[in-house]
């Protein structure tokens, strides 16, 4: 069994930054394709970025290219998401996810591709 768990968020205002981290457990587990997803206030789950186990190949939803960077270190296990130019917009509970596989070139953009979870850490962006 492995458990993510986010830590980073909170309240920024417009136009602010944050990083965001995800760290599984246990520590020893490397082969974890990851990814982060929010859902905003009545809104549906999105996906916001991925990245491949071996690093390298990301992937981006439209709504934060150019402001967002997922990144990861591997010799710590820790997968990052740098968030800039923070708008109202981008207020959400953040997730991280993941899922153990032994291709280190993909990353996955299906939420149902997942199969650990975070609990969610909460992003507020104030005006």
């Known amino acids: 069994q492995v458990q993510l768990a986010e830590s980073g968020g909170g309240l920024v205002q417009v136009g602010g930054s944050l990083r965001l981290s995800c760290t599984p457990a246990?520590?020893?587990?490397?082969?974890?394709?990851m990814g982060w997803f929010r859902q905003g206030p009545g809104k549906e789950r999105e996906l916001v970025a991925a990245?491949?186990?071996?690093?390298?190949?990301?992937y981006y939803g439209n709504s934060v290219k150019g402001r967002f960077a997922i990144s990861r270190d591997n010799a710590e296990n820790t997968v990052y998401l740098q968030m800039n130019d923070l708008s109202p917009d981008d207020t959400a509970v953040y997730y991280c996810?993941?899922?153990?596989?032994?291709?280190?070139?993909?990353?996955?953009?299906?939420?149902?591709?997942?199969?650990?979870w975070g609990r969610g850490t909460q992003v507020t962006v104030s005006t």
């Open positions: 996810a993941g899922k153990v596989t032994d291709n280190r070139m993909d990353f996955y953009i299906h939420s149902r591709t997942y199969t650990y």
């Open positions: 246990p520590r020893t587990v490397s082969n974890i394709a």
């Open positions: 990245i491949n186990w071996g690093g390298g190949r990301t």
